[in-house]
């Protein structure tokens, strides 16, 4: 299947918004998308998202603006993060989250942070959006207008189908 | 040896203008106490990840040293950390490990660390140099020398968990008030920062 996005005009568009690093555990959602940052060296793969995360919280304290990519699953993963580090110091980052369990068809193990992804950003005042993969492009500067303005991370939702 | 006194003969010989980035927990008061700086970023949350704070420092400022400031607990909550460290390589990065074998700060409950010797897992991680130091005498003949090593480099320090309570008041700065500082003594400008009452999820 290719992906209706094409991932170098997604990394140009991050790049032209003044994205800057890169930092991320995989998800097949995204896999041309990693490929693309991999292929222009800028991509950095942590062991867990957390990690990429803290990686991120201190490439923004040294000046830059960080992207940390990870499927949904991740999210649970950076809750703690997310509360205790950016949330609570001001510190942002551009989350591409994928969304395994879109609508409930996928593995098992997908179905429960499928079904509660909106919300579970909602209860963690994290302002996302899931676009349409037409929209997910225009919806980068939206990001990174609202980093510019709250110093809070902000997620993008990457549905299945844009990047594989 | 306690935590108050390997910080007292280790911040002396910190450069001034290193980064450092202290792991939650006590580690983070008493080196606050010890020496506050502006480079100085203190965690109160996040326990684990000060090695992946430093190291996203060090790789987007390499020219700048980058000190963590770790505790046994914060390392082996995190211990991918070293695989990710060791194998970015970066040579800005020290890393020092304050072993006391247990989590000083929620009553002491032992950690696996007698156990596990973590120098030995970043020595096999792959980090360029590791070194153990269990005594005053041996920390103060090693802290100038470690503190000018290629990174990636790490330290443990072994110490005496220490008498229960807080070996110094909580971190003074508001944590916003912390990521402004560390920003502006990296040299990051701040036109972009607006007032923190600003609400701008939409």
Same mark, same amino acid.
């Given at each position: ?13 991050? *790049? ?7 930092? %991320? ?19 950095? %793969? ?41 949330? *609570? ?14 609508? %409930? ?8 942070? %499928? ?16 676009? #349409? ?26 549905? #299945?189908?844009?990047?594989? | ?5 390997? @910080? ?6 910190? $450069? ?18 010890? !020496? ?53 390589? $970066? ?42 130091? +269990?005594?005053?005498?041996? @920390? ?9 090593? +290629?990174? $990636?480099?790490?330290? @443990?320090? !072994? ?7 807080? /070996?110094? /008041?909580?971190?003074?700065?508001? /944590? +916003?008030?912390?990521?402004? !500082? ?21």
């Amino acid at each position: 299947m290719s992906g209706s996005l094409p991932a170098d005009h997604f990394v140009d568009r991050l *790049l032209a918004a003044g994205f800057d690093f890169f930092v %991320g555990v995989p998800c097949s959602l995204v896999k041309t998308l990693l490929v693309e940052l991999e292929r222009r060296g800028l991509y950095l %793969g942590e062991t867990r998202e957390d990690a990429a995360l803290g990686m991120a919280a201190g490439a923004y304290l040294a000046g830059r603006t960080p992207v940390v990519v990870m499927q949904n699953s991740g999210l649970g993963v950076s809750l703690n993060a997310l509360g205790s580090l950016h949330l *609570l110091y001001r510190i942002p980052a551009l989350l591409l989250v994928t969304w395994r369990g879109y609508q %409930g068809e996928d593995a098992p193990e997908h179905l429960v942070m %499928g079904e509660v992804l909106p919300r579970l950003l909602e209860v963690f005042g994290v302002p996302f959006r899931a676009p #349409p993969p037409e929209a997910l492009e225009p919806a980068v500067d939206w990001a990174a207008a609202c980093i510019r303005e709250t110093r809070r991370p902000v997620a993008l939702v990457v549905r #299945p189908g844009i990047f594989e | 040896m306690t935590l108050t006194d390997a @910080l007292a003969l280790l911040t002396p010989a910190i $450069p001034d203008g290193t980064v450092c980035i202290h792991a939650n927990g006590h580690i983070g008061r008493a080196g606050c106490a010890a !020496r506050d700086r502006d480079e100085c970023f203190y965690m109160i949350g996040s326990m684990g990840l000060a090695s992946s704070i430093g190291l996203g420092v060090a790789l987007a400022q390499p020219r700048r040293r980058v000190l963590v400031l770790d505790g046994d607990g914060n390392l082996l909550m995190n211990l991918g950390a070293l695989a990710t460290i060791a194998a970015a390589r $970066p040579p800005n990065l020290l890393h020092v490990c304050f072993d006391n074998g247990a989590h000083a700060s929620t009553g002491g409950q032992p950690t696996v660390s007698d156990r596990v010797p973590l120098d030995e897992v970043a020595r096999a991680a792959g980090y360029r140099f590791v070194g153990r130091v +269990e005594t005053r005498a041996a @920390l103060a003949a090693e802290a100038p020398a470690f503190l000018a090593r +290629e990174g $990636p480099a790490f330290l @443990l320090v !072994r110490i005496a968990l220490g008498p229960p309570g807080p /070996p110094a /008041p909580r971190i003074p700065h508001a /944590p +916003e008030t912390m990521t402004a !500082r560390v920003r502006r003594a990296l040299g990051v400008p701040s036109v972009s920062e607006v007032p923190s009452d600003s609400e701008g999820a939409r």
